[in-house]
């Protein structure tokens, strides 16, 4: 354990690939993603859920992603007509690309349940190739992916980031 109490980096990675050989050509960074609560995301994750537009939820997650991950690096491009959120991690590299469907995965899930249902994300990027058949990513993320790209980001409508929320606290905890 690091001096945070989490787990080293390095070990994540092997972990993902020791997954991958038991489970070989399965996309089990989806199948993360899709099972763990995005309440995963702890106490970051809820102040995003009540920030004024989802570009203001996104900007707060680059601001805070260390308390997450101690080497995770985030950015937002924004070019209109899109904006990219990108995501980079050192284990990337090693764990084959599990992570950062997972990661992207959780994002996504958390962009869709922010804007109450609709989702922001126009397409997805990642870095590696394809894991697992492609069916699984288009029924996951609804969206064109595009794989050995540069980046592992996730791209919205410029637009979209001025979207006020959907879950305000109002609407969680009416008087």
């Given at each position: 354990?690091?001096?945070?109490?989490?787990a080293?980096s390095?070990?994540?990675?092997?972990?993902?690939r020791?997954?991958?050989?038991?489970?070989?050509?399965?996309?089990?960074?989806?199948?993360?993603?899709?099972?763990?609560?995005?309440?995963?995301?702890?106490?970051l994750?809820h102040a995003?859920?009540?920030?004024?537009?989802l570009g203001?939820?996104?900007?707060?997650?680059?601001?805070?992603?260390?308390?997450?991950a101690?080497?995770?690096?985030?950015?937002?491009?924004i070019?209109?007509p899109e904006?990219?959120?990108?995501?980079?991690?050192p284990?990337?590299s090693?764990?084959?690309?599990h992570?950062?469907?997972?990661?992207?995965?959780?994002?996504?899930?958390?962009g869709?349940?922010?804007?109450?249902?609709?989702?922001?994300?126009?397409?997805?990027?990642?870095v590696?190739?394809?894991?697992?058949?492609?069916?699984?990513y288009?029924?996951?993320?609804g969206?064109p992916v595009?794989?050995?790209?540069?980046?592992?980001a996730?791209?919205?409508?410029?637009?979209?980031?001025?979207r006020p929320?959907?879950?305000?606290?109002?609407?969680?905890c009416?008087?």
């Amino acid at each position: 354990m690091t001096p945070t109490g989490r787990a080293p980096s390095r070990c994540i990675g092997m972990l993902w690939r020791l997954l991958e050989e038991r489970f070989p050509g399965q996309s089990l960074g989806l199948e993360m993603a899709a099972e763990v609560p995005t309440s995963v995301t702890g106490v970051l994750g809820h102040a995003a859920r009540h920030a004024p537009t989802l570009g203001a939820a996104i900007r707060l997650f680059i601001r805070f992603c260390k308390l997450m991950a101690d080497e995770v690096d985030m950015s937002l491009d924004i070019q209109p007509p899109e904006a990219k959120l990108t995501f980079h991690h050192p284990v990337d590299s090693i764990d084959g690309g599990h992570g950062a469907e997972m990661t992207l995965g959780i994002g996504a899930r958390m962009g869709e349940e922010w804007c109450g249902g609709s989702s922001p994300i126009t397409r997805v990027a990642l870095v590696h190739d394809a894991i697992g058949p492609l069916a699984d990513y288009d029924v996951f993320f609804g969206v064109p992916v595009l794989f050995a790209q540069k980046r592992n980001a996730l791209l919205v409508s410029s637009e979209a980031l001025d979207r006020p929320a959907r879950t305000t606290p109002s609407q969680l905890c009416p008087l």
